[in-house]
């Protein structure tokens, strides 16, 4: 079961809840300690949206007491940060590894683990491009991916060390040689270079594309439901758009989560205010036991991860 969005039946338990968590963290903090907290993020670029505007929201709740700073990487790297005491929080596209569990270890670091939200593909071309394809299947679109298409396009790329470009390659690499190499181009500057690109196609993640989505035209995609799936924000919400979806996670220092102002922040992430942000930016939440079961991990400061080198199949953590 999905959580709600806000329904009106609800509303006053909301407002309870909502204050009381708001009174616990200020109480908390204040007491704790009056000088500004910084809790040090890494986050890649696809989670940066959520991560920067929960953290806002934490600073006006803190009444400016805790403040962020959120360095830019791929989960590869956050995790690096996380396991070397960089940071106190990795944003990742993917689950933990066992590599990873193991380096951070090895520093005396344990982590916990908590499932924050899903992010969906969304395939589009030049919205003057009259002659784009409206519909791909599967197979069209490993072929688009491997440079194999018949499609008279330039796909652009994201950067190979992205957690974007990792997961397509996951998703859609084939054995098959490309017979056009010049129609793949490998883009530091994906949404600039489709805008500019009237024969330009490419993948963005759905909150970036619903930011510019009066420039560029969506391509209906095959997914579990339908054979051609075209994006909106109401599919996304609903998980009735679940092309390519990837979940994010939020890892805390297990040591760290002892210190109010991170924990504090850590239970505002799960608030209905939360799961409200996460719905109008663009992201899928997750089913409401996931929510629940992080209440648990965090309440018990359970160390470790539950989706440790899962494989990040279409549809993300049911």
């Known amino acids: 079961m999905k959580p709600k969005v806000m329904v009106m039946s609800e509303k006053a338990n909301t407002l309870v809840i909502a204050l009381i968590i708001t009174v616990t963290i200020i109480t908390l903090i204040s007491c704790s300690n009056s000088q500004i907290k910084t809790i040090h993020i890494s986050a890649p670029p696809e989670a940066t949206p959520l991560i920067q505007t929960l953290s806002d929201e934490y600073h006006i709740l803190t009444e400016g007491l805790i403040q962020t700073s959120i360095r830019s990487s791929n989960s590869d790297a956050a995790f690096i ?159 009735t758009y679940d092309v390519l979806n990837r979940t994010l996670f939020l890892y805390f220092r297990h040591d760290l989560l002892k210190k109010d102002y991170l924990s504090g922040f850590a239970e505002m992430t799960m608030s209905e205010s939360s799961i ?22 965090l309440d018990e400061r359970t160390a470790g991860s539950r989706y440790i080198e899962k494989t990040q199949n279409t549809g993300g953590i049911k």
């Open 81 to 239: 940060d996380l396991c070397s005491g960089k940071t106190h929080i990795a944003t990742s596209a993917r689950p933990i590894s066992n590599t990873e569990i193991t380096q951070c270890s090895d520093s005396s670091i344990k982590v916990v683990e908590l499932p924050l939200a899903s992010v969906s593909t969304v395939l589009v071309t030049h919205s003057m491009n009259k002659q784009s394809p409206k519909c791909l299947s599967n197979e069209d679109l490993r072929n688009l991916w491997n440079g194999t298409s018949d499609q008279s396009l330039t796909l652009y790329r994201p950067e190979s060390n992205s957690d974007f470009s990792k997961f397509l390659n996951s998703q859609l690499i084939n054995n098959e040689t490309s017979n056009s190499q010049k129609s793949l181009v490998t883009s530091a500057s994906l949404v600039t270079d489709l805008i500019n690109d009237i024969h330009g196609i490419g993948f963005l993640d759905y909150v970036t594309y619903s930011l510019v989505e009066e420039h560029l035209n969506p391509v209906g995609l095959q997914s579990y439901t339908d054979t051609c799936s075209m994006p909106n924000r109401s599919k996304v919400s609903e998980e």
């Open 276 to 297: 409200n942000i996460i719905s109008n930016l663009g992201y899928t939440t997750l089913d409401s036991t996931v929510y629940a079961q992080n209440h648990i991990l």
